[in-house]
Each structure stands twice: as structure tokens, then as C-alpha cells.
């Protein structure tokens, strides 16, 4: 059973900073990212990234996120600046197995930005 641990998030003001870290100690993931959910809303992406490097990004995020990985130590990195109140939600990091392409979920990250 794949176990992805979390780590970061917070409480901030708006126009700060936080870093979503995950981890996933023995595995081999073809994709890994974050996800993201508001009350009251559906979970939705924030970033993605491959293990050759390629991005994805939502466009309420791009240029104020930034998605990084090290495939060596199986962890994802999300450094989140210029926060805004609306990216406040639980955060999830997500994983998808190299070969079996099995989705894994964190327990999840929150993130609270304050006005």
C-alpha cells in the first residue's frame, strides 16, 4: 500500500507564502501533483508534473504557483506566492503509479489565507 505523507500548509495573509510538501517513500510514480478542495466545491487541480518534468498548471494559479519534484526522494513540492484568499482549501497531494497507473491520495493539507 502506497502512503503519501504531507506536509506544509497553514495559515497566512493574503499576498504570503506557503510550501506543500509530499512524500512517498518506495514507490515509482509516472505523475504526482496537487489537488485541490474549497468548502462547498468540487476538488479540482492545482498543478501537475511527470517524471520527465513536464507541467500542468491551473490557470488561476499560473504564475503565483510552482510545482517541483525530486524523483529520488519520491517528493513533490508545490511553493504557493502571492496567495489569495479564494486559495483557501484542503490540499491534496496525488500520485500516479509508474506501471500500474493506480491513483494514490494524501489526507490532505490546509491551506487558509486571510484577508
Known amino acids: 500500500q502506497v502512503q503519501l505523507v504531507e506536509s506544509g500548509g497553514g495559515l497566512v495573509q493574503a499576498g504570503g507564502s506557503l510550501r506543500l510538501s509530499c512524500t512517498a517513500p518506495?514507490?515509482?510514480?509516472?505523475?504526482m501533483g496537487w489537488y485541490r478542495q474549497a468548502p462547498g466545491k468540487q476538488r479540482e487541480l492545482v498543478a501537475t508534473?511527470?517524471?520527465?518534468?513536464?507541467?500542468n498548471y491551473a490557470d488561476s494559479v499560473k504564475g503565483r504557483f510552482a510545482i517541483s519534484r525530486e524523483n529520488a526522494e519520491r517528493m513533490v513540492t508545490l511553493q504557493m506566492n502571492s496567495l489569495k484568499p479564494e486559495d483557501t482549501a484542503v490540499y491534496y497531494c496525488n500520485a500516479v503509479t509508474l506501471f500500474s497507473s493506480t491513483m494514490y491520495w494524501g489526507q490532505g493539507a490546509q491551506v487558509t489565507v486571510s484577508s
Open positions: 518506495g514507490s515509482l510514480f509516472r505523475t
Open positions: 508534473i511527470t517524471n520527465s518534468g513536464n507541467t
